[in-house]
């Protein structure tokens, strides 16, 4: 067929074919591809704050993940987390399997791992509910023919294509509020097993109901109170995060043949350092100074915590129970072993 970026553009000319077949409509103005009519989905940072984001990256001559014109930008939280360089670190122990790689990223948000994937030269499709942010994705990726835009929801994603690799960055959590049936993000997980080839890989990010820096009194993410999560006070028409053992149990009763749990520091939205399940066994590398290292780095730390986190994490690599209560989760769940 010829070299690997050929290759590459005969597979992403198939995937807007096949869209192109399946009824979705691709916008000329926003690059984005969507089913006529299609609305969009009830997320939001807010007009002004996604207003400002798309402007800051339409002005920019240089979108690409480490753009200094875009980290000068990140002057709050809204911006920190969709324009920061950092945000990437989360998928770059990937690289080697993401470059050359169909993959699908549900819910691209403003596009800041979508445009890591496209500089891994993945051949990606970014889902994203939101047509706003999706015409963000696009402009931040408008330089990148290797990615695909489509604004749709996840239930309602249609395609015969599959995967080999899909991620789920921040996004399980939400399957409360978009995925239907009595368990949602079980659901999430087996559209996901049935969209992967059969090597696939689903990755994802979310942060542990049971991490140490909400025993400490920082606030659950998505509804701003302390305590809430580690005491299972969610609602069924909430976001909802996991722990370890709860979402292991779901990845394979979802499909998924083995995962591996991974912690990323201070959590995965702003993620300095990562380590594995091995890491923390190893009696030969110091993961505790990963971990307290990297707890000031955390901009949605408590005002007055509980506790130093910092002392307590030595504890408990110590005690091998340090990957159970890491802030957030990076997983790999494989359809094969």
């Given at each position: 067929?010829g ?34 009519g ?37 002057t ?35 596009g800041?791992?979508t ?32 990615v ?29 509020l ?9 659901a ?49 028409d ?28 201070p ?11 091995k ?24 005002s ?34």
């Amino acid at each position: 067929m010829g070299d690997g970026k050929d290759q590459k553009t005969v597979t992403g000319e198939i995937m807007k074919f096949s869209l192109d077949q399946l009824g979705y409509v691709l916008d000329s103005q926003t690059g984005i591809w969507s089913r006529t009519g299609y609305r969009g989905i009830a997320y939001s940072d807010g007009h002004e704050v996604e207003q400002r984001i798309f402007a800051a990256i339409a002005d920019a001559q240089d979108v690409t993940v480490l753009s200094a014109e875009l980290s000068r930008q990140c002057t709050d939280w809204p911006f920190l987390y969709h324009l920061s360089g950092t945000r990437a670190n989360i998928l770059r122990p990937f690289q080697d399997i993401l470059k050359g790689a169909d993959v699908l990223e549900v819910g691209a948000g403003c596009g800041a791992i979508t445009r890591y994937l496209g500089e891994c030269e993945a051949d990606v499709v970014a889902l994203e509910g939101s047509p706003r942010r999706a015409a963000i994705t696009r402009l931040r990726t408008r330089d990148l023919p290797n990615v695909v835009v489509v604004s749709d929801r996840l239930d309602d994603f249609k395609g015969n294509h599959q995967f080999d690799v899909m991620t789920l960055i921040g996004v399980l959590e939400y399957a409360n509020l978009f995925v239907s049936g009595s368990n949602p993000a079980l659901a999430m997980l087996q559209q996901a097993r049935a969209m992967l080839k059969p090597n696939g890989r689903l990755i994802i990010a979310i942060e542990n109901q049971l991490g140490l820096k909400y025993f400490a009194g920082a606030p659950e993410d998505h509804v701003s109170q302390p305590m809430y999560g580690i005491e299972g006070r969610y609602e069924k028409d909430q976001p909802q995060t996991y722990g370890r053992k709860t979402l292991s149990e779901m990845l394979s009763q979802a499909g998924f043949a083995c995962s591996e749990f991974m912690a990323p520091f201070p959590d995965y939205k702003l993620p300095v350092s990562i380590v594995t399940e091995k890491g923390f066994s190893c009696d030969d590398f110091d993961a505790a100074a990963l971990a307290w290292q990297s707890v000031k780095r955390d901009p949605q730390l408590p005002s007055l915590p509980a506790f130093s986190q910092e002392r307590v994490w030595p504890i408990l690599v110590r005690n091998r129970v340090a990957l159970d209560l890491a802030n957030s989760f990076l997983v790999v769940a494989g359809v094969s072993e």
